[in-house]
T-cell receptor, first 113, second 111 residues
Framework: QQQVKQSPQSLIVQKGGISIINCAYENTAFDYFPWYQQFPGKGPALLIAIRPDVSEKKEGRFTISFNKSAKQFSLHIMDSQPGDSATYFCAARKTNTGNQFYFGTGTSLTVIP | DVKVTQSSRYLVKRTGEKVFLECVQDMDHENMFWYRQDPGLGLRLIYFSYDVKMKEKGDIPEGYSVSREKKERFSLILESASTNQTSMYLC??????????FGPGTRLTVT
């Protein structure tokens, strides 16, 4: 079954708006939560990541919010731009299986000019 | 810059053929991975490898095998391709237990 649940499946946002993508997990063994960005024809690339001892991490316009008790984390893209249009994947790594990651199902973001 | 290359961007094979997908990384990474990406299902791990000649099954290993004879190269083998293996295949590598670097993907069509 899907170990990391991601929503929404698709998202359309006006330029300058805030894009929010949510993920949830059940397994408390997860210890690292990255977000990947994928453009058409390319492989995913790491965008930003967080560890569960931190509640928020910000890099430029991208912020991860992490709620350990709720087992949820989200990606916020501030001042969304057309160049942000891509597919976004959340992921989680399980400590006791080395470097195995579990990915969400992806969110297709379209930013309208 | 880390570079992960995959042997083909597009591949068309017939049902029953043996298919080899090659992946090479140039950063001396210990860990390498094969995923398949399907719409609505995200990335699903097929196999991964911690070191040369070592391999571990991921979530969907059925119908696949892998080979890692050299540290920089990780091959995915479809022993007898079937139409349900039509997909995008992504290779990734990592040095430490964190960031994975992905290749551009191979879109495989089995007819």
């Amino acid at each position: 079954q899907q170990q990391v649940k991601q929503s929404p499946q698709s998202l359309i946002v006006q330029k300058g708006g805030i894009s929010i993508i949510n993920c949830a997990y059940e397994n408390t063994a997860f210890d690292y939560f990255p977000w990947y960005q994928q453009f058409p024809g390319k492989g995913p690339a790491l965008l930003i990541a967080i560890r569960p001892d931190v509640s928020e991490k910000k890099e430029g316009r991208f912020t991860i919010s992490f709620n350990k008790s709720a087992k949820q984390f989200s990606l916020h893209i501030m001042d969304s731009q057309p160049g942000d249009s891509a597919t976004y994947f959340c992921a989680a790594r399980k400590t006791n299986t080395g470097n195995q990651f579990y990915f969400g199902t992806g969110t297709s973001l379209t930013v309208i000019p | 810059d880390v570079k992960v290359t995959q042997s083909s961007r597009y591949l068309v094979k017939r049902t029953g053929e043996k298919v080899f997908l090659e992946c090479v990384q140039d950063m001396d990474h210990e860990n390498m991975f094969w995923y398949r990406q399907d719409p609505g299902l995200g990335l699903r791990l097929i196999y991964f490898s911690y070191d040369v000649k070592m391999k571990e099954k991921g979530d969907i290993p059925e119908g696949y095998s892998v080979s890692r004879e050299k540290k920089e190269r990780f091959s995915l083998i479809l022993e007898s391709a079937s139409t349900n293996q039509t997909s995008m295949y992504l290779c990734a590598s990592s040095l430490l237990e964190y960031e994975q670097y992905f290749g551009p993907g191979t879109r495989l069509t089995v007819t």
